[in-house]
């Protein structure tokens, strides 16, 4: 599976887009880009996931470059509840079930 | 919808003993996924069952093992603990092999002392 590099901290204005940046540059063809977040002593939770285009549900938007090196996670009005660890992964689980968590970004909503 | 439910949610174990950790997945999720998560570490993954069958492990020693029920629930078993084994141990599920991404538990929080 690729390896994943994301900034290890990041403040975001309540009420104001957060853009999560994550490079991926040695993503394979097969590999999808997911992002998930931990908030303190919890479970992680998934937020989105994409190929190739860029996707949007109710929690968040995710950009894909075109050559698939890099995505950004936007969460487009930031509360202070999403204050958390937001990880991004690559993988083909489907083949080994295994999804490499590294450190994540945290992420601090401020009032 | 019921998430994925673990149990018990924290527990205290001696060095030594024995510990069995359980998992219920979502309703129709075939695969039960299990990590470690120790104190100011990132996650690491412990084990991948999916139709009953073990299809994956991490890099953890074989006292570290599972199994899966025909209902899809999971235990997890650690013997012979150790108090590195200290940690939050997370179940996940998901359909289609992950595919479309995992839902996790709230986890176990193990202390071994």
């Known amino acids: 599976d690729a390896k994943t590099t994301q900034p290890p901290s990041m403040d975001c204005a309540e009420g104001r887009a957060a853009n999560l940046p994550c490079n991926h540059s040695?993503?394979?063809?097969?590999?999808?880009v997911y992002w998930y977040r931990q908030i303190h002593s919890q479970g992680p939770q998934y937020i989105i996931h994409?190929?190739?285009n860029n996707e949007t549900n109710e929690m968040a938007s995710l950009i894909i470059t075109e050559d698939r090196k890099s995505s950004t996670l936007i969460l487009p009005h930031a509360t202070l509840r999403d204050t958390a660890v937001y990880y991004c992964?690559?993988?083909?689980?489907?083949?080994?079930?295994?999804?490499?968590f590294g450190q994540g970004t945290t992420l601090q909503v401020k009032p | 919808e019921a998430g994925v439910t673990q149990s018990p949610t924290h527990l205290i174990k001696t060095r030594g003993q024995q510990v069995t950790l359980r998992c219920s997945p979502i309703s129709g999720h075939t695969s039960v996924y299990w990590y470690q998560q120790a104190l100011g570490l990132g996650l690491q993954f412990l084990l991948w069952y999916d139709e009953g069958e073990e299809r994956n492990r991490g890099n953890f020693p074989p006292r570290f093992s599972g199994r899966q029920f025909p209902n899809y629930s999971s235990e997890l078993n650690v013997n012979a603990l150790e108090l590195e084994d200290s940690a939050l141990y997370l179940c996940?599920?998901?359909?289609?092999?992950?595919?479309?991404?995992?839902?996790f538990g709230s986890g176990t929080r193990l202390t071994v002392v």
């Open positions: 040695t993503i394979s063809g097969n590999e999808y």
């Open positions: 994409g190929l190739k």
């Open positions: 996940a599920s998901s359909s289609l092999r992950g595919l479309y991404g995992y839902t």
């Open positions: 992964i690559v993988s083909s689980s489907g083949n080994t079930g295994k999804l490499i």
